[in-house]
């Protein structure tokens, strides 16, 4: 566990001991694969389970009564799915697997026993959670207040980052499996308008998203562009040691 993308991103808050470890992998007992497009939870969903995205991507979102959908955030590798919703016993969002994706399904039994055993660990937890609500203001901040090219430019600095904390690229070159029409739900744009920014910012030598690949031909203009502070990402620790 000690490189797993769960443990790498845990330990930015806290220096996991043997023990915690060894609490986190106890989790992963119950491994299951889904393929891409097929909901593992559906808004409204009782009684369900939590899970450890251990592969893949997967993208939360709410739908709409005429079938319009806001994608409200993408997991990568180490983040949990559906965590708030088994403590509200009831889901508020669905989530569907973006690509092909193995997942550890976790009882809310079993988490709350393995916070009991190691409170360091449910602290850290508590960390996780935090800093997905953070992303989440920094999104409403895109959609409201950004305009098209700086929502794009500022989504990407941000998704850079997160997969460089949990050793799945550089936050300045990474793979990436979304479409145009995930960038478009999550971002409040047309699919056509998408084509239309990557382009703008490819011109101005920004960014480059091409065969599954996100550049950033100039990070710093970037970052400028957009004012990117990842001070939300809270990615300099760990903070307990």
């Not at 090219?149 to 793979?175: D, Q």
Request: glycine share 6%.
């Amino acid at each position: 566990m000690t490189d797993s993308p769960l443990s790498r991103k845990l330990a930015t808050f806290v220096a996991l001991s043997d023990t915690e470890l060894a609490v986190l992998d106890s989790l992963h007992k119950r491994r299951r694969i889904f393929v891409a497009g097929r909901d593992l939870v559906l808004q409204g969903q009782t009684e369900q389970a939590a899970y450890i995205l251990c592969s893949g991507w997967a993208c939360s979102n709410k739908l709409l009564q005429d079938g319009q959908r806001q994608i409200v955030d993408f997991q990568i590798p180490g983040d949990f799915l559906g965590l708030r919703s088994v403590l509200l016993h009831i889901s508020d969002h669905s989530i569907e697997p973006v690509t092909d994706i193995e997942v550890t399904e976790i009882l809310a039994s079993d988490l709350l026993d393995a916070f009991a055993h190691t409170p360091r660990l449910a602290t850290a937890v508590l960390w996780a959670a935090s800093r997905d609500e953070a992303m989440v203001v920094e999104h409403l901040v895109d959609v409201g207040r950004r305009n098209a090219a700086e929502r794009m430019a500022h989504f990407l600095l941000e998704l850079g980052a997160r997969l460089s904390l949990v050793g799945m690229g550089e936050k300045a070159s990474f793979a990436c499996p979304l479409t145009q029409y995930h960038l478009a739900d999550a971002l409040g744009l047309s699919a056509v308008h998408i084509n239309r920014v990557l382009r703008q910012l490819r011109e101005a030598g920004m960014v480059t998203f091409r065969d599954g690949r996100v550049t950033f031909d100039n990070y710093e203009k970037a970052c400028a562009f957009t004012q990117f502070d990842p001070t939300y990402l809270d990615q300099h620790g760990p903070l307990l040691k």
